[in-house]
């Protein structure tokens, strides 16, 4: 048999018209330019082993608040928990994005380094990670260390 393997989908009728209308055709150009930008001096491995989850995916959520343009790596948001979501705050208190951080896993061992992961009521956000559409910030991540006590 020459060329490329034949491949066989088995699904929903519904599911397929979905992939259908969202695959690009094979002369149609992507319609953003995307970037990512990380510090590569934090690895995510090393998060882990601090007891600390790296943090992606803020950005995430329908509505986008317009000070999301503002992050940039290297930069410090103060991030709290809000019953039983954490969110990340710029300086001003606006909401940037939900940590997909779950209560019932705070305390957990964590599979790859043995250690309990203990999600902290307030922190600060390490921004490491950006990712941008056409220039534009479009999510970020990061790691959390926990609030210092006042002292």
Excluded: C
Excluded at 88 to 113: E, H, M, T, Y
């Amino acid at each position: 048999m020459n060329g490329d393997p034949v491949v066989a989908l088995v699904t929903r009728p519904e599911l397929l018209l979905h992939l259908q209308q969202a695959a690009p055709k094979p002369d149609e150009k992507p319609t953003r330019e995307e970037t990512v930008q990380t510090d590569p001096d934090v690895l995510a491995e090393d998060r882990w082993k601090a007891g600390t989850p790296p943090v992606h995916g803020l950005a995430k959520q329908s509505e986008k608040a317009p000070e999301l343009a503002n992050v940039d790596t290297g930069q410090r948001l103060r991030v709290e928990r809000l019953d039983k979501h954490w969110v990340a705050l710029d300086p001003d208190g606006v909401v940037l994005g939900k940590l997909r951080w779950r209560l019932a896993d705070s305390g957990k061992i964590d599979q790859r380094s043995g250690l309990a992961m203990n999600y902290p009521d307030s922190g600060v956000l390490h921004v490491t990670r950006l990712r941008k559409a056409d220039g534009q910030v479009v999510d970020f991540g990061g790691y959390v260390t926990p609030e210092e006590p006042a002292g």
